[in-house]
């Protein structure tokens, strides 16, 4: 997608650019357009929680008076009643991960059509990455029994490490449930690889199980980070068998992150530290904002935040917490502003992010806006983003709740709805389920960032990225007028209790 061509000129009066960026930008979905299928099946049960009086009556508030240059809010813990509502909204979540994998394979279906029986066999590496880490999270929970979640991963484990065709290491980005084999001809992917890892690296830490332990080692330490940067210090895209590497790279700030860190942490095929400063960080300024961003959808802000813990973390470019905190309620104020366009958009309902449309997989979101934007809310958007904007984002879940029982199903939210045109989407996306669960758990006791972050490769990563501590409390923000604010933390340890 040509940058210039993704800017819709009738929201630019409050967005601009910081230097002009040249070339193009790959988003790493674009394959699951495939994804557009109809599968045929049983309507499973709905997702009910029931809420207060005052709850229900909460009224939305002229979007004029919300549109404010955003300010970074004091610090705020979530109410009882929010997290009884993410509790049930995990268990829901979870039980995609459980009972849409193959126990055998332990690879988790890419998606699930949860108003018919569902007859696809597709997995997605990515899917079973968020899973795996789910699986953590679900006996955390006390949603499943420990034998059961450690024999399912060892299941996983095993099956990854002996049967799942790689090259290099690298996992090609669509197998079949059932027997591992790669299907449509995806690529060896570089960053849907490196999502499982996360989810493999954070079993090793969570089960200190010794099968689990020497399978984890085994199919990371197998992935050959050096083959994928032989000749550029950016990593590719991926790899097919039939045309070699892709010729798009991680040029530029988006999920890609994770991908950097793992490599650089690897102890067996270690990236060089100058591949984290090649990348490109493209400065964003929106109603008062300053940050680095992406012609991309918001989930390029929360992916790698999903397991990296980056609070009270700096390396020599941002704070990238921060950075996604002001991303976040700068794309909050986008869909506000699109309000006289789409009334379903207001404080109460917003978020837009890559997801299914009435016409298919989309990638869209803003600022700048990007794809054909017609009022459609992807409840994963505000799902990804509780760590940053708990508040907002808590507002928002409610609302869908509340309001939208179509919206509704076994495994928390369809992947998106349309209620301007009375439109709800049929199925569930596996990592847009996983990127709820995950941060739902890091916004309530940091749990997913805490385990993760005590394996090595990650550890490493970050100092040979040259990440250093700041001061819980002092964290800081560009604004746009280039000066640095000291401002509340939203995310210290402190806010966090085990519940």
């Known amino acids: 997608m040509d940058a210039k061509n993704l800017f819709d000129s009738g929201h630019g009066a409050r967005w601009k650019r910081s230097y002009e960026l040249s070339g193009k930008m790959c988003s790493r979905r674009e394959l699951l357009r495939r994804l557009a299928y109809t599968s045929s099946a049983a309507l499973l049960p709905g997702w009910r929680v029931f809420w207060t009086a005052e709850a229900k009556a909460e009224q939305y508030l002229d979007p004029e008076q919300e549109m404010h240059p955003a300010v970074l809010p004091p610090p705020s813990t979530l109410t009882e009643q929010d997290e009884a509502f993410l509790n049930d909204l995990e268990h829901a979540n979870f039980l995609f991960f459980w009972e849409q994998a193959n126990p055998k394979t332990g690879l988790i279906k890419d998606r699930c059509n949860v108003r018919a029986k569902d007859t696809s066999t597709v997995a997605s590496i990515a899917s079973t990455g968020f899973g795996l880490t789910a699986i953590c ?7 499943i029994p420990y034998e059961q979640a450690r024999v399912r991963v060892v299941e996983a484990l095993s099956f990854l490490w002996h049967k799942v065709p790689t090259h290099r290491g690298f996992f090609f980005h ?3 449930i059932n027997t591992g084999e ?5 690529e060896a992917s570089s960053v849907d690889t490196a999502i499982l890892l996360c989810g493999v690296l954070s079993c090793r830490q969570y089960f200190q199980d010794r099968d689990i332990d020497a ?10 980070w050096t083959w994928l940067s032989e000749d550029t210090a950016l990593l590719s895209m991926g790899w097919t068998p039939e045309l070699g590497f ?4 991680w040029t530029f700030y988006s999920e890609l992150m994770m991908m950097y860190l793992l490599g650089m942490g690897s102890a067996s095929h270690p990236l060089k530290s100058d591949t984290w400063f090649a990348w490109k960080r493209t400065t964003f300024e929106y109603d008062g904002l300053r940050y680095i961003g992406s012609f991309a959808p918001l989930f390029v802000h929360q992916y790698s935040q999903a397991w990296f813990d980056f609070r009270h973390k700096r390396d ?12 976040t309620d700068a794309h909050r104020i986008f869909c506000l ?7 379903d958009y207001t404080g109460a309902l917003w978020g837009i992010t890559a997801s299914d449309s009435e016409n298919g997989y989309v990638v869209w979101g803003g600022p700048p806006a990007i794809g054909p934007i017609d009022g459609t809310v992807v409840p994963c958007a505000a799902g990804g983003s509780l760590p940053f904007l708990p508040a907002e984002t808590m507002r928002v879940l409610r609302t869908i709740h509340d309001r939208y029982p179509k919206a509704l199903c076994r495994y928390g939210f369809v992947d998106a709805f349309n209620p301007l045109k009375d439109w709800y989407d049929t199925d569930v996306i596996g990592i847009d389920t996983g990127i709820t669960i ?3 758990e890091n916004a309530r006791t940091g749990f997913v960032w805490e385990t993760f972050m005590k394996n090595p490769e990650a550890q490493r990563g970050m100092e040979l990225a040259g990440f250093k501590e700041e001061t819980p409390g002092t964290a800081q923000r560009t604004t746009a007028s280039g000066k640095r604010e000291t401002t509340p933390d939203r995310a210290g340890a402190s806010q966090y209790t085990s519940r």
């Open 137 to 143: 999270i679900g006996h955390k929970r006390g949603f």
């Open 174 to 176: 669509f197998a079949d």
């Open 182 to 186: 790669r299907v449509w001809e995806s």
């Open 215 to 224: 399978l984890a080692h085994a199919i990371f330490d197998r992935v050959d």
């Open 246 to 249: 892709i010729p798009s790279r």
């Open 316 to 327: 020599r470019y941002a704070n990238y917490f921060e950075n996604s905190i002001a991303a």
């Open 337 to 343: 502003e699109l309000h006289s366009e789409f009334a």
């Open 438 to 440: 995950l941060m739902a």
